[in-house]
């Protein structure tokens, strides 16, 4: 099952190691769950990972912002083509990456997001599935 992984929940996996996505993480180690993600994407979790809280988590977890995006980008299958803009726009513009290439793809979405989560009737419609987990 292919999904798409908002950068909240990419930073819970790749940087605070929370226990609530173990389960996550393993079934993309075993190719259980196919992890699609766009270049814009991965451009965004970098771009976070240079917030101060972030960084400051970084260096106390021994890690830096290159061994986080080495790791998105074992666990990614990445698309480059820039998926075509989907028919409900998110109400956060840095958030519409994320339901365009999900509609495109017809991938469940993982987000905490509340502009995502908000849009679970409308993207459901559409075949994409909305959830925290």
């Known amino acids: 099952m292919r999904i798409v ?7 819970d996996l790749l940087v605070f190691d929370d226990p609530d996505y173990a389960s996550l993480l393993a079934a993309l180690e075993t190719g259980k769950l196919k992890w699609i993600a766009t270049p814009a994407m ?3 979790l970098a771009r976070v990972l240079g917030y101060r809280l972030v960084a400051e988590r970084l260096v106390r977890n021994g890690r830096d912002a ?8 074992r666990h ?7 998926p075509p803009r989907a028919p409900c ?6 958030d ?3 339901v365009d290439l ?26 994409v599935q909305v959830s925290v987990q």
């Open 66 to 73: 290159d061994g986080v995006l080495a790791a998105f980008d």
């Open 102 to 127: 999900a509609v495109a793809q017809g991938a469940r979405l993982l987000s905490k997001d509340r502009a995502l989560l908000e849009m679970r009737k409308h993207l459901a419609v559409l075949g």
């Open 42 to 44: 991965r451009e965004e």
């Open 5 to 11: 992984i908002d950068t909240n929940i990419a930073l």
């Open 96 to 98: 519409q990456i994320f």
């Open 89 to 94: 726009v998110c109400s956060d513009p840095d």
């Open 76 to 82: 990614v299958l990445p698309l480059h083509e820039v």
